[in-house]
């Protein structure tokens, strides 16, 4: 079993849609959850980190994370062309960092 | 926010060269770097765990011979590529956490390898 999860997608959505991530984890004691997207050619920038349970908002960008259930989603509203890109989900546990596979996310204008 | 330089950008080689790539913390010490390969349209693939003061932790199937680690200071670990063939041609991405309360890995901003 993979450490962290992701569907591989393409995952395409309609411009001003809601695209919808999902990630999940094998580790029960990992503490610290994150996104980062990677555009084509170029190094993963962190866009969402969540610690506890719950949802955490930062601008267009929803973090949903729940330890029970050992997943972590990110949702993107009003989804914009410049939003494509590949979406890595990380999870640090025993200061290890695991990355899932990505999700490759296309926004059609 | 916490910054990792990655050097050089790009590098193009003759195959049998050797390459040379270094990744710095600008404004935090890391006792741990991490090194990634990535191929065009797959994921990251975490190739080694660089120590400060202590040899390289390798993934499975990654030859310690080829990719020659060095954490010299808290600050800079480098990639070296010795020997280097075309197969060896990917976008290779440094990161270091910077622990804190909960723990953040910061990119260099990787090095794009072709050889020739």
């Known amino acids: 079993q993979k450490e962290v999860e992701q569907n591989s997608g393409p995952l395409s959505v309609p411009e001003g849609a809601i695209a919808s991530l999902n990630c999940t984890y094998s580790d029960r004691g990992s503490q610290s959850f994150f996104w980062y997207r990677q555009y084509s050619g170029k190094s993963p920038e962190l866009i969402m980190s969540?610690?506890?349970?719950g949802d955490k908002e930062d601008g267009r960008f929803t973090a949903q994370l729940n330890k029970a259930s050992q997943y972590v989603s990110l949702l993107i509203r009003d989804s914009q062309p410049s939003d494509s890109a590949t979406y890595l989900c990380a999870v640090i546990g025993n200061n290890d960092m695991r990355f899932g596979a990505g999700t490759r996310l296309t926004v059609k204008p | 926010g916490a910054v990792v330089s990655q050097h050089p950008s790009r590098v193009i080689c003759k195959s049998g060269t050797s390459v040379k790539i270094e990744c710095r913390s600008l404004d935090f010490q890391a006792t741990t770097m991490f090194w990634y390969r990535q191929f065009p349209k797959q994921s990251l693939m975490l190739m080694a765990t660089s120590n400060e003061g202590s040899k390289a932790t390798y993934e499975q199937g990654v030859e310690k011979d080829k990719f020659l680690i060095n954490h010299a200071s808290l600050t800079l670990s480098t990639l070296t590529v010795t020997s280097a063939h075309p197969e060896d041609s990917s976008f290779y991405i440094c990161?270091?956490?910077?622990?804190?309360?909960?723990?953040?890995?910061?990119f260099g901003e990787g090095s794009r390898l072709t050889v020739l």
């Open positions: 990161s270091a956490p910077h622990w804190g309360s909960y723990g953040e890995l910061f």
């Open positions: 969540i610690y506890s349970n």
